[in-house]
């Protein structure tokens, strides 16, 4: 039995969707969500093996619940994007349902994911290629600099200098070569403010600057983590991103 969560802000395309996906015995919706911060609960909850998710909703959108995956849950984006960016999907190989949701389009989804939970886990690149073709990724350049706290001082820090942000319960730790300094935005607002060639998120809590990368290593388990220089400390790398140092 394949599990299913769907996720979307609007009740009458979860039903539509539920409707449509009961066509299918070997496919069981256990969950649904109406915002993103349900759908990542919901998610670490029943650890689905496939969640639909609309890319906007309310509190996180589709691609910010995506990137907090750690398990094994497939993506399929559900999106009203028009077909120019639908082709560009495709040519990616994302998974994704067109609003209103047909069950023409939805029978090549469930074949997409049948395959899918067959093969090696990709959704890191998934993510990665939706985030490029995303326009709101595009909107506005770059941050160049943070505000960041140390004690009862705040200071401006060039991101160039950040050789990570990671996520520490209310705060997000800047950490430099010479200092580790606090900002209050959630690492997933964070990661779409910065330079996409430049910041790879490596974990649900991590970004790591990739100009300040050393290297990376494996332990006796397999997992990957990355080294920064000058740093003791190694950083872990989530299955999902893995790919993305397949070079190194």
């Known amino acids: 039995m394949t599990t299913i969560l769907i996720a979307d802000d609007e009740p009458p395309l979860v039903r539509a969707l539920q409707n449509h996906l009961a066509h299918w015995p070997d496919l069981q919706v256990v969950a649904t969500a109406r915002n993103g911060l349900e759908a990542a609960q919901a998610i670490a909850q029943w650890q689905p093996d496939v969640a639909f998710l609309d890319i906007q909703m309310p509190g996180m959108t589709g691609l910010e619940v995506a990137q907090g995956i750690e398990g094994a849950t ?12 639908v082709q560009a999907f495709e040519q990616e190989a994302i998974d994704y349902v067109l609003k209103p949701v047909t069950a023409e389009r939805l029978q090549r989804t469930v074949e997409r994911v049948r395959r899918s939970l067959a093969a090696p886990q990709e959704d890191g ?19 160049k600099w943070v505000r960041a706290s140390r004690g009862d001082t705040t200071v401006q820090v060039a991101v160039d200098d950040v050789l990570y942000f990671h996520a520490d319960e209310k705060y997000t730790v800047v950490q430099t070569a ?14 779409g403010q910065l330079d996409a060639n ?10 790591v600057n990739m100009h300040h ?13 990355v080294r920064m220089r000058g740093q003791v400390r190694e950083l872990p790398v989530s299955r999902a991103y893995v790919h993305l140092f397949k070079a190194m």
């Open 74 to 85: 497939r993506v399929v984006f559900v999106t009203a994007f028009d077909a120019y960016a």
């Open 125 to 143: 690149r998934l993510l990665s290629a939706l985030q490029r073709l995303l326009p709101a990724a595009q909107a506005t350049p770059p941050l």
């Open 178 to 191: 010479q200092a580790e300094l606090l900002i209050r935005t959630p690492i997933c607002e964070l990661l």
């Open 198 to 207: 430049q910041f790879w998120q490596v974990h649900r809590s991590t970004i």
């Open 213 to 225: 990368v050393e290297g990376t290593r494996r332990d006796e388990l397999s997992r990957l983590f």
